[in-house]
C-alpha cells in the first residue's frame, strides 16, 4: 500500500534508515562516547535479531514465561451500550507483570545476554519501566541498576520495593528537582562510564538509534499477534486501531501490525487538565521539532526552548515527547492522533470495569475513552484498543483521588 509518497510493502526495510531516521525524525543526538556504544548496539542487533538462536528463544520466552499469546476480548456489554460499533481489547494486561512492558524489557534483556553483558542500566518515573526490567533481569541473571529521582522513590514506594524484592539495585538520583530527567542524566551518565560491561534499556520507543527501532520491533508482537486473532475471530479486518501514546511504545507495536492495511489508526495523548502548556502531556498535537534525549521528534518546549513541565492523570504517558516514528507517521497522515482528558479517561476506567470485568490501568483507560467518543461517530463497524495494562498499580490513586463510583 502506497500513502503520501511512502510505500507500507516495504516500509520496515526502509524505515529506519541506517542513521535511525524516520523522515527527518530520529537518530542519534549523543556524545561522541555514547555514539560508538549507540553503533555496538544497532551492529550486534542487526546480527542477533536474525539469528534462529535468538528468534527461537525469545518466542519460547514469550510463551513459557509471559504467557503470550494474549487474547483479544469482545466487550460486548460496553458495544451494546453504545450503539452499533463493536469493539474489542488485545488484553496486554494479561501478559507477565501486567502491562506490554515486559515485552521489550525480555528482548533487551536478551541482546544484553548475546552481547556478553553483565548488567543493564535504565533510569525510570513512575517504576513501571524498572520493575519490567528488574523483572527481564532476574529471568537472565543479569545485574540491574535503575536510576530513580528521590522525589518519584518516595512517591512509588511499591515499585520500588518491587525491584529490590527482584533483586535490582535502585539508585537514587538528589540532584535538579529530583524526578525523571535527572534520573534520564544519571542513567546515561552511569552507562557512558559502563558500556563495555553494561547495556542502557530504554523504556519506550524514544532515545537515539536503534532504540526506537528495537523497541517497536520487541513490542511487534502485540500488532502481529492481534491482526491474525481479529482475522479468526472476526473474518475482517478492523475498521480502526487505537492505543494510547505517552513515548509510544504499547502503539507502535500494535500499529505495527496494521499499517500495510486499509485500516484507520489512532493514537490517543494526554489532554490532562487542559490545553495550557503544563496542563497536559499531547506533544503531537501540540509540540514542535526539535530535539532531547538523543533523538529527533516532536517535543513540548518551555520559553526557553527546553522540555516543557508536563502533566497528565497517568503517571506512564506523562512524557513531553514521543518516539520518532510517531512523529514521522503524524506528518504523512498515516496514523491520526488525538487526544482525551482526565475526565473522559477516568470515566473510560470505571466503564470498562463496571461493565466488562476488566479494570485497567489508567494510560490504557485513554485509549479505551477514545474508542468510546470514536464508535459514536462511527455509527457501525468494528474498533480494536490496545489495552496496554491493568489497573492494579492505580488502585490506591483512584482511590485516594476520586473515590468508588
Ligand atoms: C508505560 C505505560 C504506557 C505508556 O508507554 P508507551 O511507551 O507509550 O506505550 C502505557 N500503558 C501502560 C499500562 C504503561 O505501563
Do not use: W
Amino acid at each position: 500500500m502506497n500513502f503520501n509518497g511512502v510505500n507500507f510493502d516495504t516500509y520496515f526495510k526502509s524505515y529506519p534508515d541506517n542513521n535511525g531516521y524516520f523522515g527527518k525524525y530520529g537518530g542519534a543526538y549523543v556524545s561522541p562516547e555514547l555514539k560508538k556504544a549507540m553503533e555496538e548496539i544497532a551492529e550486534s542487533y542487526f546480527t542477533i535479531c536474525k539469528s534462529a538462536k535468538f528468534i527461537n528463544e525469545l518466542r519460547r520466552i514469550r510463551k513459557d514465561f509471559q504467557g503470550r499469546p494474549t487474547p483479544i476480548s469482545h466487550l460486548e456489554r460496553l458495544s451494546n451500550k453504545l450503539g452499533n460499533v463493536q469493539i474489542y481489547v488485545k488484553r496486554e494486561d494479561l501478559n507477565h507483570t501486567g502491562a506490554h512492558k515486559l515485552n521489550h524489557c525480555m528482548g533487551e534483556a536478551l541482546l544484553a545476554k548475546y552481547m556478553g553483558k553483565k548488567k543493564v542500566i535504565a533510569e525510570t518515573g513512575a517504576g513501571q519501566h524498572g520493575v519490567a526490567l528488574a523483572t527481564a533481569a532476574a529471568y537472565f541473571g543479569l545485574e540491574c541498576d535503575i536510576y530513580m529521582g528521590s522525589v518519584d522513590i518516595k512517591k512509588q514506594a511499591p515499585n520500588v520495593a518491587r525491584m529490590k524484592i527482584l533483586g535490582a539495585n535502585v539508585v537514587e538520583v538528589t540532584h535538579g528537582l529530583a524526578t525523571l530527567k535527572e534520573a534520564v542524566d544519571a542513567a546515561f551518565d552511569a552507562y557512558c562510564r559502563e558500556y563495555k560491561d553494561a547495556i542502557y534499556c530504554i523504556g519506550s520507543v524514544v532515545g537515539p538509534h536503534p532504540f526506537p527501532m528495537m523497541v517497536r520491533d520487541f513490542q511487534s508482537v502485540v500488532g502481529i499477534e492481534a491482526r491474525e486473532q481479529f482475522l479468526e475471530m472476526t473474518g475482517e479486518l478492523p475498521d480502526a486501531v487505537v492505543a494510547c501514546v505517552g513515548g509510544g511504545s504499547n502503539a507502535m507495536g500494535m500499529f505495527s501490525g496494521f499499517l500495510n492495511d486499509p485500516v484507520d489508526i489512532y493514537g490517543v495523548e494526554p489532554l490532562g487538565r487542559g490545553t495550557q502548556l503544563g496542563d497536559h502531556a499531547a506533544s503531537l498535537q501540540y509540540g514542535e521539532e526539535g530535539i532531547m534525549h538523543g533523538f529527533n521528534s516532536i517535543m513540548l518546549k518551555d520559553e526557553n526552548g527546553e522540555p516543557a513541565p508536563v502533566y497528565s492523570v497517568a503517571s506512564g504517558l506523562d512524557y513531553p515527547s514521543s518516539g520518532p516514528e510517531h512523529a514521522f507517521l503524524h506528518d504523512i497522515g498515516r496514523v491520526k492522533y488525538d487526544v482525551v482528558n482526565d475526565d473522559e479517561t477516568i470515566d473510560a476506567f470505571f466503564e470498562l470495569s463496571r461493565l466488562e470485568g476488566i479494570i485497567p490501568a489508567i494510560e490504557s483507560s485513554h485509549a479505551v475513552a477514545y474508542a468510546v467518543k470514536l464508535a459514536k461517530k462511527m455509527g457501525k463497524g468494528s474498533i480494536l484498543v490496545c489495552l496496554s495494562g491493568r489497573g492494579d498499580k492505580d488502585m490506591d490513586y483512584i482511590i485516594e483521588k476520586y473515590g468508588i463510583r
